[in-house]
């Protein structure tokens, strides 16, 4: 499945698919663009980075890709597992500035 | 090595009284960040301080709210003459250094009902 960045604020998978969600971001200037993940009941927790500098970067089971060209920002979860549901935010940092903003939010939902 | 600790974790308050929220930021941590999160929204940011400094309060109501964070105790966010319209959930976040540069931590947030 696939969510069509933050106007589709829900996205459903079943248990072991891989999920995409994207996020379109605002400002050419940013260079540092972080995903969180924000369970019920919780604060976001950190899950992957990436820089201007580079456009892929892989975690475990989870890599991040960026296109800078047309401001595109996604995370991909290989194996979905229903631990996994949850609420992912993208956060981008404008170059120079302290200050992280957060995209709305996909809530991601896993059918086991 | 604890983390980003966040207390009361709820708080109901009647229309009209004040609001006091804590925050300590990991151990080493002299970067606080204070964001506010509406139900089905995403975080808001309110307040940047470093120690004994605001830096960034650009997120802040003008009025009623205020912050800080001393040489000594935890990060503080004051909301006094609470409205209907403050309850949310305010989460802190810290980092080493700006956030420019690093991710941020999270604690659990405080959810304040205001009656």
């Known amino acids: 499945g696939e969510s069509v960045g933050l106007h589709l604020p829900t996205l459903s998978v079943q248990e072991g698919d891989n999920s995409i969600i994207n996020c379109a971001y605002s400002n050419s200037a940013s260079d540092y663009f972080i995903w969180y993940k924000q369970e019920s009941g919780k604060g976001p927790q950190f899950i992957i980075d990436i820089r201007s500098n580079m456009d892929k970067r892989q975690g475990q089971r989870v890599t991040v890709l960026l296109n800078k060209t047309v401001k595109h920002l996604s995370l991909q979860i290989a194996a979905t597992q229903p631990g996994d549901s949850a609420v992912y935010f993208c956060a981008e940092n404008r170059g120079g500035s302290y200050i992280p903003t957060f995209g709305r939010g996909t809530s991601l939902i896993v059918h086991p | 090595n604890a983390g980003v600790m966040q207390n009361p974790r709820h708080l109901v308050r009647r229309r009209g009284q004040e609001a006091r929220l804590r925050c300590s930021p990991m151990k080493g941590h002299s970067h606080v960040y204070w964001y506010r999160q509406l139900p089905e929204e995403g975080l808001k940011f309110m307040v940047y301080?470093?120690?004994?400094?605001?830096?960034?309060e650009s997120g802040m109501p003008k009025e009623r709210f205020s912050a800080e964070f001393p040489k000594e105790g935890p990060s503080i966010l004051r909301i006094q003459q609470v409205v209907r319209g403050d309850s949310a959930a305010y989460f802190c976040a810290s980092s080493r250094q700006g956030a420019g540069n690093e991710k941020l931590f999270f604690g659990s947030g405080t959810q304040l009902s205001v009656l």
């Open positions: 301080l470093q120690k004994e400094n605001i830096i960034d």
